[in-house]
């Protein structure tokens, strides 16, 4: 569900430009914690109205309210001046309304289902309230109504320093066309919007050396010469996110990158699957690009996922000395990569779904003990390899699903007092037996045991011993029908998610 968030009209809102984290594609959550809302006008209690237009019939109800708010009270700050005796549509209140429900108390309405010409209508209408002059963020994520001209409504919001268009299918090369106008600008992101090519980059390149955030995120039209004539005009990055571009990222644009101002302030880099294309040649970032990243000595998080990546590169990783956050997965490295990967003591997430790694590769892991998050989804690990990271007291995220874990390896686990997350699905030699050993994590939220041998009745001791579990995943086990599952919340105050698929 697509939505528009406004800040910054009422008494200001907070710069969210900071660096959200992509949720782990092996647990899922269902639950949705609510958006606190606040009146921003003290005069007037009525409380704000939370929109969800999912359906016709939403749709519906959500206009017959906003006819209803629009012939009740307003707030009287933003009160439009009466007398001028027209008589306004129906749909006209409802837009009012829904202006003055953003305006009075930020109410995040959800826009993608309604049709362009209403989302145009709405934008018109803040215009006319002089609102957008304020606004200091925007997040229109998944807004398909927004297409050519709908932009032009941010031309005077002279204060927005953040704008997120995610996913916004429609957005055209003329429509950005506006945003050059925002002179305060420091995050802009793009994630998606798949209709924008070089003339849009092109538009927006005078806002580069501003920028801080950036994110064109599998804009799949974009080239390798917009790109590089883009980053080369950078001074403040701090976020680049360069990922499922194909034809885009190449040596030129990681040249322009750290030879420039932007080698020193860039902390976040992502580059997952990325192809270089250019006249002279076909170009996979691959150990020789690497070398073109020494010069970021404040690097941070590199996302080097799904590339050319091999063990040759790893000696030039292990060099920027800064980085926390390594993302590798389907890459083509082995042990002997991940033991140049332990010179990096400030680790503390590592992405390494891969294959080809074995228990050799925890052995030299071992030493990272600021790691947090490790996730080794399909390596060849077994208990062997489990015993070796006992001593990684601060880990809190473990995904092993290579299919070699036993009972035992559950036991090793158990020494990790900090555990959170624990993903050991796909290990059929798992048991109940095993589960026992995992009461002593008293932190443990999230267990995902799928396509083990564990099996209801026998499992339903051990699993109500972990009091805290919030989610629980036992896809494929035995015996865990509705009466059994049942009886796993009964026992569980905290347990939310379930999922049990036969």
């Known amino acids: 569900m697509g939505g528009i968030l406004f800040k910054g009209l009422g008494e200001g809102g907070r710069d969210e430009g900071g660096v959200g984290g992509r949720s782990s594609r092996h647990y899922e959550d269902a639950a949705c914690p609510s958006r606190s809302r606040r009146a921003v006008d003290e005069e007037d209690e009525s409380e704000a ?10 749709v519906h109800r959500f206009l017959q309210v906003q006819y209803s708010l629009a012939r009740g009270r307003r707030c009287r700050r933003c009160r439009p001046a009466e007398g001028n005796g027209e008589i306004m549509s129906l749909i006209d209140l409802c837009i009012d309304s829904i202006c003055q429900n953003i305006l009075c108390y930020e109410v995040p309405p959800s826009f993608d289902v309604l049709p362009p010409d209403l989302v145009r209508r709405i934008f018109d209408s803040l215009t006319r309230h002089k609102a957008l002059t304020k606004l200091t963020v925007a997040d229109l994520t998944a807004c398909a109504g927004l297409r050519t001209g709908g932009l032009a409504a941010f031309r005077e919001s002279w204060s927005m320093t953040s704008l997120t268009l995610n996913g916004c299918r429609n957005l055209t090369d003329e429509a950005v066309k506006p945003l050059v106008y925002l002179s305060a600008l420091q995050h802009l ?19 580069m050396p501003q920028l801080k955030t950036l994110d064109v995120n599998a804009c799949r039209q974009f080239s390798s010469t917009s790109i590089s004539f883009c980053v080369g005009k950078m ?33 976040v880099l992502i580059l997952d699957s990325s192809r270089s294309l250019s006249n002279a040649d076909l170009f996979s970032l691959g150990n020789g690009g690497l070398v073109s990243l020494l010069p970021l000595k404040n690097l941070k998080r590199l996302n080097l996922a799904d590339t050319g990546v091999s063990n040759g590169g790893m000696d030039v990783l292990a060099k920027l000395s800064s ?23 400030n680790l503390t997430d ?3 779904d891969n294959r080809d790694l074995t228990d050799t590769s925890l052995l030299h892991l071992s030493s990272l003990t600021k790691l947090r998050r490790l996730d080794m989804f399909s390596s060849r690990v077994s208990d062997v390899g489990l015993c070796f990271i006992t001593s990684l007291v601060e880990l809190v995220d473990l995904e092993i699903c290579g299919g070699r874990i036993t009972d035992k390896g559950l036991e090793y686990i158990s020494q990790l007092p900090s555990l959170q997350r624990l993903n050991v699905s796909q290990n059929v030699q798992i048991s109940n037996s095993g589960l026992h ?35 629980l995943a036992v896809n494929g086990c035995r015996g865990m029908d509705d009466t059994t599952l049942h009886q796993i919340q009964s026992s569980l105050p905290n347990l939310r998610t379930v999922r049990a698929v036969s």
């Open 437 to 471: 050993h995992l009461a002593s994590l008293k932190d443990l939220e999230a267990l995902n045991v799928s396509h083990s041998q564990v099996a209801a009745p026998g499992a339903l001791k051990p699993l109500c011993r972990l009091r805290g579990l919030k989610i």
């Open 350 to 352: 590592l992405n390494l």
């Open 189 to 207: 992101r793009l994630r998606g919007c798949w209709q924008l090519s070089d003339a849009a980059l092109n538009a927006l390149a005078p806002l």
């Open 323 to 345: 980085l926390s956050v390594i993302s590798l997965f389907y890459t083509s490295i082995s042990d002997s990569g991940v033991r140049q990967l332990s010179a990096l003591q």
């Open 49 to 58: 109205t939370s929109i969800n237009l999912s359906s016709e019939a939403s």
């Open 235 to 267: 001074r403040e990055i701090r976020h680049l996110d360069l990922g499922y571009c194909p034809r885009g990222v190449g040596r030129g644009a990681l040249e322009y990158l750290t030879r420039g101002p932007a080698s020193t302030t860039l902390q």
